[in-house]
């Protein structure tokens, strides 16, 4: 793979993780959780997105030789758990768990009584756990970024790959911001159609960089080879 400048690397990991990919999924928690609250969970997710791009790319090549590891492998598994991820979205599965509320109290409490005795799970917690997989450890983006760091074989090139996967996080935290109210107000319906419509793009995606690492394997072979 030929190294790219920054600015073709922020290109690729817009594509990959960009706000197109992380808006449905805050959509999703925008139906249980206030417009501040939603910003909140973007700049958390941001900030840990950018800390865990930080670190793979800047220890790749560590991380490559210990795991034995390396572009075939990472190309397989990265495309093989976006499909599985993406086909849940298609078929209306969610895999993450709905952010819970404080428990309730006052007359609610009675009526709620069989859930009072499990322990409360602040909105926040569970709004960031719920952007675990599509934003923070997003493994399309994680793959990205060990392969290019990999490639590059430089400190300068690990460092502009970090730098290229924050300024991606911090677009997505942006835009998120911007559409936070935005998203309060989105009909549940569309954003089920818009879920499937998503996860049958990124099922083309997965099997995509999955062929990639077969045809890298040598199991297929390109047309004109």
Same mark, same amino acid.
């Given at each position: 793979?030929?190294?790219? /400048?920054? #600015? =073709?690397?922020?290109? %690729?990991?817009?594509?990959?993780? +960009?706000?197109?990919?992380? @808006? *449905?999924? !805050?959509?999703?928690?925008?139906?249980?959780?206030?417009?501040?609250?939603?910003?909140?969970?973007?700049?958390?997710?941001?900030?840990?997105?950018?800390?865990?791009?930080?670190?793979?790319?800047?220890?790749?090549?560590?991380?490559?030789?210990?795991?034995?590891?390396?572009?075939?492998?990472?190309?397989?598994?990265?495309?093989?758990?976006?499909?599985?991820?993406?086909?849940?979205?298609?078929?209306?599965?969610?895999?993450?768990?709905?952010?819970?509320?404080?428990?309730?109290?006052?007359?609610?409490?009675?009526?709620?009584? /069989?859930? #009072? =005795?499990?322990?409360? %799970?602040?909105?926040?917690?569970? +709004?960031?756990?719920?952007? @675990? *997989?599509? !934003?923070?450890?997003?493994?399309?983006?994680?793959?990205?970024?060990?392969?290019?760091?990999?490639?590059?074989?430089?400190?300068?090139?690990?460092?502009?790959?970090?730098?290229?996967?924050?300024?991606?996080?911090?677009?997505?935290?942006?835009?998120?911001?911007?559409?936070?109210?935005?998203?309060?107000?989105?009909?549940?319906?569309?954003?089920?159609?818009?879920?499937?419509?998503?996860?049958?793009?990124?099922?083309?995606?997965?099997?995509?960089?999955?062929?990639?690492?077969?045809?890298?394997?040598?199991?297929?072979?390109?047309?004109?080879?």
């Amino acid at each position: 793979m030929v190294s790219l /400048d920054v #600015a =073709d690397i922020f290109v %690729t990991f817009l594509a990959l993780f +960009g706000p197109q990919k992380v @808006l *449905l999924s !805050f959509g999703r928690l925008a139906q249980t959780l206030d417009a501040r609250q939603i910003r909140a969970v973007a700049a958390a997710s941001a900030i840990a997105a950018a800390s865990v791009g930080a670190l793979c790319a800047l220890t790749a090549p560590w991380l490559a030789t210990f795991f034995h590891i390396g572009a075939i492998e990472l190309n397989l598994a990265a495309g093989l758990l976006l499909v599985i991820y993406a086909m849940a979205m298609v078929l209306g599965l969610h895999f993450d768990p709905e952010p819970a509320l404080e428990t309730p109290t006052g007359p609610d409490r009675e009526a709620d009584s /069989d859930r #009072a =005795d499990a322990p409360p %799970t602040h909105p926040l917690a569970g +709004g960031f756990r719920s952007m @675990l *997989l599509p !934003f923070v450890v997003s493994p399309i983006a994680i793959a990205a970024v060990l392969e290019e760091s990999v490639t590059t074989g430089n400190w300068g090139g690990r460092w502009a790959v970090a730098g290229a996967f924050a300024l991606v996080a911090l677009v997505n935290m942006l835009i998120t911001w911007v559409f936070a109210s935005a998203l309060r107000r989105m009909n549940e319906s569309v954003l089920e159609v818009l879920s499937r419509l998503l996860g049958i793009l990124l099922v083309a995606v997965g099997v995509g960089v999955f062929l990639d690492g077969l045809t890298a394997l040598g199991v297929l072979h390109t047309h004109g080879h």
